[in-house]
């Protein structure tokens, strides 16, 4: 998660794309914030723009995906520091639900057949990619796997906008509408929130 020292485009120059659409997207991007991880990831060419029924089916597919994220994330989120027995057991039966999740996810996904891990960027407007993700040129389908849900990747269709000198891409997402734009921040958020939690714990 950033809001950013490291921006490229404090360091870099290198701009393939042009016209005010690229600079108000990539604009729009460090004015919000954004969530900075390693990722299973991965990218296809992809014709752009594209069809309005595959960015439909996009969309339904991520909204499902979104809604089984934050039940995962929500739920470890609201364990507490409870000490009472029912507290006790309902962490309990986290921690087998926990297990479960792994092996299905082990199950579907294999780490075999698992993407490279990526440092990624990303928001509901776009996403800064690693050279090498994105295609030279025109749009891409990038698919990003989270840990705890890692069967059920987030599809989204993107353009290349921009290109830093560090071999960095810059690509913003096809619409989203408002309902997914929202869960996507709501999934930022909760990783921005455990981050600087994670950032407060004092060192053992």
Known sequence: ????STSPGKTTSGITAS??????GWDDFEQRVSCEESLHADGEPLAWPPSPALLQ?????????LAAIAALEERRADSGEDDSPLMQEILRMDAKLNVLVEIVNSLL?????????QLLRFNAIGALLPAGLAPAGGGLLLRIRFDL??????ELAAQVQRQFDDGRVFVIFAPLGEVLSDAIERLVFRHHRR???GARQPVA
Do not use: F, H, I
Request: net charge positive.
């Open 1 to 4: 998660m950033t809001s950013d």
């Open 19 to 24: 016209g005010g659409a690229a600079v108000a």
């Open 57 to 65: 089916q996009l969309a339904e597919r991520n909204a499902n995906v």
């Open 109 to 117: 996904v294999p780490d075999s057949v698992l993407p490279p891990r």
């Open 149 to 154: 849900c890692r069967s059920l990747p987030l």
């Open 195 to 197: 981050k600087v939690a």
